[in-house]
């Protein structure tokens, strides 16, 4: 038998129908693939979304799930993408954006060419319509071959800030008590999301929507608003701020509302300066502090010697006095003059009797004069300066309309009574800490004013007015002066008793050399009736208690022993 012949490998290709392919041209066909750049992970940030539900897509790539495309507020947008060349050649990414609004059209942002790696743009915010629809991607060239287009990531605008509004009802507000106040919000663009409410008038930052759930500062709106309680810790003038934020993340302008939370505890006083509903007196001690008759002399100064004004360095050395207020407050604050300074000052009270933990301000002096029948007349030939160097006594009267407290209990801005060149002048409260500018003569265009030392007891000769008490630093006599008429008619009011400090009634005598310092700052023994009080330069009080009625104003006939 005869054996086949072995055929050559060409032979059995070609019986078989193949093509034989050298492992040379085989590598040469590998290289001639295209090596097309890739584009992905494309992301829009600031990542538009919902700031109400706190859900965020760096691209939406389906703009009719759910409630559409998120959004973007007054951040310029910048997109991204990661690009990537298989031969590691040099790309060029293109961002290409569209207006997806009928009819919209398209626009190409080519970036640098770079390496591998990430590719962005920024479009400014300018170029986007507030309230439009907008989709962008991206695609990338070496110059010869060019990746295929990213898939749209959707997104929509919202340029306008939302509004902000704090409202409560007209009820008088009381420290410690809890109380109501509307928060409301508007917004014509991507909705209101949220908004944070705080008793702090310092904006804040970085706070979100989600915060509600460990911050009860922030508050969801239901139809635009929502109702907050307010607990006032302090009294005084305070308010309630408000920030509102929309879905796109806009934040409005900081709202405010300001109140009056009044002290519950006890009825505005005039002459109280702690806020327990009692008339206080104030008298310098020993190293020259002004302290509360019966306070702690341990305790820290109601007035340290240190901040007294004219440099010093003692109260003892300065006229003071306090009833009511010139900044609407429901204590008094505390007026103060260095006898020959040319300065008032006024010292705030800080809410419990303390007058110099923060600077004071100076009180203009009134640059227009009043005769008693509210004309017009000459300063400078009724005796009035135009600085307080002249003034030799000064008292805070209360008001000179009556006494009443307002129906939210706060009691009426306080006038000035001042002794200057002999004459007596009225002035009454203008803007906070300070006057009207205008000073009204109550006496004669004569000096006789000049010897006597003022005293502001409030109502104590039967009507709503205040009354003025006067002692003869000759004799010691106290005399008694109060306006006339009706507190509902303050053009007709009668100020003519002041006229001359001799005429009024006598209450008793209290000799000037025995009792240097006197003052009155109302009912201190609690019988409705004011009372008188002196102090020698260690700050020991003597008190001599009014006599005569109380009711339906006090009237005062006279003062019994020293108590």
């Known amino acids: 038998m005869r054996l086949a012949r072995s055929l050559p490998m060409a032979a059995v290709s070609l019986a078989l129908g193949l093509t034989a392919v050298s492992p040379a041209t085989a590598a040469t066909a590998a290289v001639a693939q295209p090596q097309i750049p890739g584009v992905t992970a494309p992301q829009t940030s600031p990542a538009p979304g919902f700031a109400g539900e706190d859900r965020y897509t760096g691209c939406d790539t389906d703009p009719y799930a759910g409630a559409g495309a998120g959004w973007i507020g007054l951040d310029d947008p910048t997109f991204q993408v990661t690009t990537g060349s298989p031969s590691g050649t040099s790309l060029q990414t293109t961002f290409q954006l569209w207006d997806t609004s009928y009819g919209g059209k398209r626009t190409d942002y080519p970036a640098s060419w770079s390496v591998s790696g990430k590719a962005r743009t920024t479009v400014p915010r300018q170029l986007l319509k507030d309230g439009g629809q907008y989709a962008w991607r991206a695609r990338a060239t070496d110059g010869t071959l060019t990746s295929p287009y990213t898939a749209w990531c959707h997104f929509r605008v919202d340029h306008t800030q939302p509004t902000a509004e704090v409202t409560t009802d007209a ?335 006598v209450l008793g005598t209290l000799a000037p050399a025995a009792h240097p310092r006197i003052g009155s700052d109302g009912d201190l023994t609690g019988d409705g009736i004011p009372d008188l009080w002196s102090a020698d330069a260690s700050g020991e009080v003597w008190l001599f208690p009014g006599t005569g009625t109380a009711a339906p104003h006090p009237t005062v006939t006279g003062f019994a022993s020293i108590v």
């Not at 109260?315 to 103060?336: E, F, P």
């Not at 004569?446 to 630093?473: C, V």
Request: overall charge negative; hydrophobic content about 35%; aromatic content about 8%.
């Open 171 to 505: 009820s008088p507000k009381e420290q410690g008590k809890e109380a109501s106040f509307t928060l409301k919000a508007t917004d014509t663009g991507s909705g209101i999301a949220c908004a944070r409410w705080s008793t702090s008038g310092t904006p804040s930052v970085g706070w979100r929507c989600s915060d509600a759930a460990t911050d009860s500062h922030v508050v969801r709106l239901t139809d635009g608003t929502a109702t907050v309680k307010v607990t006032p810790a302090g009294w005084g003038t305070q308010a309630v701020y408000l920030q509102t934020m929309d879905n796109a993340g806009n934040v409005s302008q900081l709202a405010d509302l300001s109140y009056y939370a009044r002290i519950p505890t006890a009825p505005a006083t005039f002459g109280d300066i702690d806020a327990d509903g009692r008339p206080d007196v104030l008298v310098p001690d020993s190293a020259g502090d002004l302290r509360k008759m019966g306070s702690d002399p341990q305790g820290p100064a109601h007035a340290d010697r240190a901040a007294a004004p004219g440099g010093t360095d003692s109260w003892a050395k300065i006229q003071y006095t306090h009833r009511g207020s010139l900044s609407y407050q429901q204590v008094d604050d505390l007026l103060a003059h260095t006898p020959g300074d040319a300065r008032l000052y006024a010292f705030q009270n800080n809410g419990d009797g303390r007058f110099t933990t923060q600077s004071p301000n100076r009180v203009a002096k009134p640059t227009t004069c009043l005769n008693s029948a509210r004309e017009t007349i000459a300063c400078g030939a009724h005796g009035l300066g135009s600085d307080w160097s002249k003034v030799t006594q000064i008292t805070a009267y209360g008001s000179p309309v009556g006494d009443s407290p307002s129906a939210d209990g706060i009691l009426p801005s306080t006038s000035v009574l001042f002794v200057e060149n002999g004459r007596l002048w009225l002035t009454r409260a203008g803007s906070s800490n300070n006057l009207d500018g205008q000073a009204v003569l109550l006496s004669a265009n004569d000096e006789r004013w000049a010897g006597y030392d003022l005293l502001s007891p409030g109502r104590a000769q039967g009507t709503d007015f205040p009354t003025l008490w006067a002692r003869s630093q000759a004799d010691g006599t106290i005399r008694a002066f109060t306006i006339a008429g009706r507190p509902d008619a303050p053009k007709a009011l009668d100020s003519s008793a002041f006229a001359d400090p001799a005429a009024g009634p």
